[in-house]
């Protein structure tokens, strides 16, 4: 098996790169790619060590790295970080949470990456047919739709859903590997309906403990009353859409947004592993720990770091990835939360529309379970995002001025017109 990975200089990569060949995976080469060359030589040697043994080549071009791959790994981030800071800056100035998927600065970054995207789709196709690739770039639902305009062997993937499934079953106190879960929505806009464990609903057990309820978000986010009421559990991203002026109010008194933290982060990781004689992964592992740890605590106004709670083996970039090649590798049938297309599994949706739900994952990709009839208290807020990420796929794919202002103003957390048009002017250059 051939593994390619177009992103390579991303500061995941080591982490993939050594959940896969710590696998029972028959991998024989990991191709990396990326843009930033200098930066790809640093994580590559950093995905050398935490995969000893596996040959890691660092690849000139798209074409080198995918040819002949059985899974292509897309991860980019146009602009860099750099520019991560500019749009979640920008959405703040207009009052509106500066934050990377959401809002105003997830729209610039879906209108900035899905042309790249959509070109790497078109030249994986062309230099290896035959490849699955699983898409992790973010916004990853739009990305995906774009992408599977060229190839119908998209998938996108996601740790946000099995994060949740993770700390829900760690609150019921149930091994989430037996349980099976009930969850429907968008990338970054999902809710758990229920889980169920030996054929038994276990919800209900939550709505009666308002600690055991709360304590399966690392931050406070949602009010346990409120959660008791839509007897659903939202991911940590719909927080962005039920209280944005608490998430906004907070990034402002912080003073710098999530971008600024994790620049700050990057920049000591590649420091520190560029000192001589350093321990290359003990630095990794702990860059690894405290992004983790720091993760929503800005927007939440969260004093502290949250230690990620242990593992069971469910959640996580690297086992979500694990989790799907093995599944289509050994035709397992396995059920995994994924981005692909709804094809009436959410009937208020179009078929073509990208949702996020559990998929049976075996050797003919990712089909999507029966989701039905969505609740009516979050159906507004499902169609309305999923009409904006549509005009926003399609201004990226055709690019105007008109179009991008017209799908911002559908944005759920831009207020109007007249603020979308500021907006595209401050958010400029958008492709």
Request: hydrophobic share 45%.
């Amino acid at each position: 098996m051939k593994i390619a990975v177009i992103g390579g200089a991303g500061v995941r990569t080591p982490l993939l790169v050594g959940g896969l060949t710590r696998s029972d995976l028959p991998i024989e080469q990991i191709a990396l790619y990326d843009v930033d060359r200098e930066r790809l030589a640093i994580m590559g040697a950093v995905a050398g060590r935490m995969a000893p043994g596996t040959p890691i080549t660092l690849c000139e071009s798209v074409a080198e790295c995918v040819a002949w791959a059985d899974f292509v790994f897309t991860s980019i981030r146009v602009g860099g970080i750099e520019q991560r800071i500019h749009d979640e800056a920008a959405a703040q100035r207009h009052g509106i949470v500066g934050q990377e998927t959401v809002g105003p600065a997830g729209f610039a970054m879906a209108m900035r990456t899905i042309p790249h995207m959509v070109g790497y789709a078109r030249q994986i196709a062309a230099a290896a047919p035959g490849a699955w690739i699983v898409n992790f770039t973010n916004p990853v639902g739009m990305v995906t739709e774009a992408m599977r305009t060229e190839s119908d062997r998209v998938i996108g993937i996601c740790d946000t859903p099995t994060e949740l499934f993770e700390e829900v079953a760690r609150a019921l106190g149930l091994d989430s590997a037996a349980c099976h879960f009930d969850y429907f929505g968008l990338n970054h806009l999902g809710w758990l309906r229920e889980v169920y464990s030996g054929g038994e609903p276990q919800l209900q057990r939550l709505w009666g403990d308002a600690d055991a309820l709360q304590s399966v978000y690392k931050v406070p986010l949602f009010d346990s009353a409120t959660l008791r009421r839509l007897k659903l559990l939202p991911t940590e991203y719909v927080y962005y859409y039920d209280q944005p002026t608490r998430a906004f109010d907070n990034v402002r008194r912080a003073g710098r947004s999530r971008g600024q933290a994790i620049a700050g982060l990057t920049r000591e990781l590649f420091d520190s592993v560029a000192s001589p004689g350093a321990d290359v992964v003990a630095i990794y592992k702990s860059y690894l720990w405290t992004r983790s740890a720091s993760y929503m605590q800005i927007e939440a106004g969260s004093d502290g770091l949250t230690a990620p709670a242990p593992s069971t083996g469910l959640s996580g970039y690297d086992r979500i990835a694990l989790g799907v090649v093995r599944a289509i590798h050994l035709n397992a049938n396995t059920i995994i939360p994924l981005s692909v297309e709804n094809r009436g599994t959410i009937p208020s949706l179009l078929d073509r529309d990208v949702v996020e739900v559990p998929c049976v994952v075996n050797a003919n990709g990712a089909r999507p379970l029966q989701v039905g009839r969505v609740p009516d208290a979050i159906a507004p807020l499902l169609a309305r995002v999923k009409e904006y990420e549509r005009r926003t796929v399609a201004a990226a794919l055709a690019p105007s001025i008109d179009a991008a202002r017209d799908a911002l103003a559908h944005n759920p957390l831009v207020p109007d017109a007249a603020t979308a048009d500021r907006l595209i002017a401050d958010l400029s250059p958008l492709w």
